[in-house]
């Protein structure tokens, strides 16, 4: 097969340098341009170190004539960049966006939540979500040109609770979400809140309330794997930022339907197994173990559990996934996959750095 080319746009940041981290390691990827904002003529070695065997390239201005020419280009750029870019991009290239600007499909949702205008929706990059009625999302991706790479929150967290969605078993009211994320997660860019000495030993809420940009998308998610004619559903998300550079751990709870009310723990962990059997990247772990980041570090896995509180009649699924990794490089490697018509687990590693 012909070796593709890829070009990364923002790949002097967290997202860029983990995209070209996975490319190093994909067998039908060739690395062609390297593109930032204001580290355009800095070697990649002086801002990513570990990529050892890119240590020379030299990053370039993001420029549509930059881009143009690859097979694929990965947009890490932040929110607001990518509708101006790919436009212009001949439609020959598969653009694979890790920002927000296409992901969601109500305007209204965005309007509410990002300060940017709509730019309108692509393919949604969570090839794992059960779609209500039959299928997966990963249908949807293939061979399309234009994928939006999901939020790192709402990956962990759809793919936590959606099983029980798809299964007509979980109330799309009442659903509560607390997810720690590791500081990664918020970009390169010096954040006065996230220097070390603030950040260390402590773990912090933000975004409370009901005002991380990430809740429309978890809706949409989880209302998807509800299919058509189902109630949506509402989340009441609060994120936490932890003391750790990698990983989300989010804990995610919803009532069981009256109509389910007789489901036990063990029909509750069937209707998960049956979700995942087939998944390479989705791990329902064995009874009684529970996500840690730790085991999932550096990999594209998302590892799951889930259980019934039949006291209050709640479902408690927890997900831990790498933020970088199936969060969002991984995802976007994945997406790329699918779109260039390779394998969807091409070049993505599926073991985690340990300990
Ligand atoms: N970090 C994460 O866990 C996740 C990130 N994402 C998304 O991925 C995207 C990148 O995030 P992340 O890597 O964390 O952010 P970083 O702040 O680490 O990197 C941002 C990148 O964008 C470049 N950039 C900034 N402004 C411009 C500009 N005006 N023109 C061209 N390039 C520019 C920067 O270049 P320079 O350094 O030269 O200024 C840098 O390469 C964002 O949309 C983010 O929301 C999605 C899911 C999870
Ligand atoms: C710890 C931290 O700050 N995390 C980021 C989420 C990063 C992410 O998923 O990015 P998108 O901006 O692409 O949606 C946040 O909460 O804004």
């Known amino acids: 097969m012909q070796v593709m080319r890829a070009a990364v746009a923002g790949a002097s940041g967290y997202a860029g340098g983990e995209i070209l981290r996975l490319l190093l390691g994909h067998p039908e990827v060739e690395i062609g341009a390297l593109t930032a904002g204001s ?107 234009h994928i939006a790479v999901p939020g790192c929150y709402p990956t962990a967290v759809s793919l936590a609770l959606a099983p029980g969605y798809a299964a007509g078993l979980l109330s799309g009211e009442d659903v509560v979400v607390v997810a720690a994320s590791g500081t990664s997660g918020a970009g390169k860019s010096l954040k006065a809140h996230l220097l070390g000495a603030e950040v260390m030993g402590a773990m912090s809420p933000y975004g409370v309330g009901g005002g991380h940009r990430h809740t429309p998308e978890i809706e949409q998610n989880l209302s998807t794997a509800s299919g058509p004619g189902a109630a949506g559903v509402r989340v009441s998300f609060t994120p936490t930022l932890a003391p750790m550079p990698r990983g989300i751990l989010a804990t995610c709870t919803a009532r069981l339907l009256d109509a389910a009310s007789g489901t036990d723990a063990a029909g509750i962990r069937d209707a998960w197994a049956m979700a995942y059997a087939d998944e390479p990247f989705v791990h329902l772990l064995p009874e009684g173990q529970w996500p840690s980041t730790a085991s999932v570090l550096g990999s594209n896995c998302v590892h799951v559990q889930v259980t019934l509180d039949e006291r209050v009649g709640r479902v408690v699924a927890v997900a831990a996934i790498d933020n970088l990794t199936k969060g969002t490089a991984g995802a976007a490697v994945q997406c790329m996959n699918l779109a260039l018509g390779l394998p969807e687990t091409t070049g993505l590693p599926m073991a985690g750095v340990a300990p």
């Open 39 to 145: 580290s355009a003529g800095t070697p990649l070695g002086a801002l990513h170190p570990h990529l050892t065997p890119l240590a020379d390239r030299v990053i370039e201005e993001t420029a549509v004539e930059v881009l143009a020419g690859h097979d694929v280009v990965f947009l890490a750029l932040p929110h607001g960049h990518s509708a101006a870019l790919a436009a212009q991009l001949p439609e020959s290239v598969a653009v694979i966006d890790c920002g927000a600007d296409f992901r969601l499909r109500d305007e209204q949702g965005w309007t509410t939540f990002y300060d940017t205008p709509y730019a309108g929706s692509w393919a949604y990059g969570l090839p794992e979500l059960p779609v209500g009625g039959g299928g997966r999302q990963r249908e949807a991706l293939a061979g399309t040109s």
